[in-house]
């Protein structure tokens, strides 16, 4: 995962996790209750001043829970499993941006032409 994220950074993404912070008296999905309205503000902000069309990448059924936020309506959008689990690696939709983001091959492979 290490390796994943430090690629995606690379590649321009943001990483932002749903829940900033876990409380231990509480469960994440309540946590993530406490900072929506911070996510709405911070994503309405960041497509004020994006250039271009962003899209959210929305790993895990808490991160899942952004698009149902006001702003999120300005963005394009990949729900996908959260990459702890196995069936990540099998996703269509991922497969597909990290193709495009050439992320799926070993560093030094040939790249295909066809």
């Given amino acids: 995962l290490g390796e994943l994220f430090a690629n995606l950074e690379r590649s321009g993404f943001l990483m932002l996790n749903a829940t900033p912070v876990l409380h231990p008296q ?21 497509a004020q001043n994006a ?7 929305l790993w895990g059924q ?3 829970l952004l698009a149902t936020l006001p702003a ?6 990949i729900i996908c499993e959260h990459p702890y ?3 990540f690696i ?21 790249r295909s032409t066809v």
């Fill in 51 to 57: 250039s271009r069309r962003i899209t959210l990448v």
């Fill in 85 to 87: 689990n196995l069936s």
């Fill in 26 to 46: 509480r469960k994440p999905a309540l946590e993530a209750r406490y900072w929506s309205r911070f996510l709405d503000c911070l994503l309405n902000r960041i």
């Fill in 62 to 64: 808490i991160a899942k």
């Fill in 90 to 110: 099998g996703n269509p939709d991922m497969q597909r941006l990290l193709s495009t983001l050439r992320m799926l091959q070993q560093p030094g492979t040939p």
């Fill in 72 to 77: 999120s309506a300005g963005y394009d959008q």
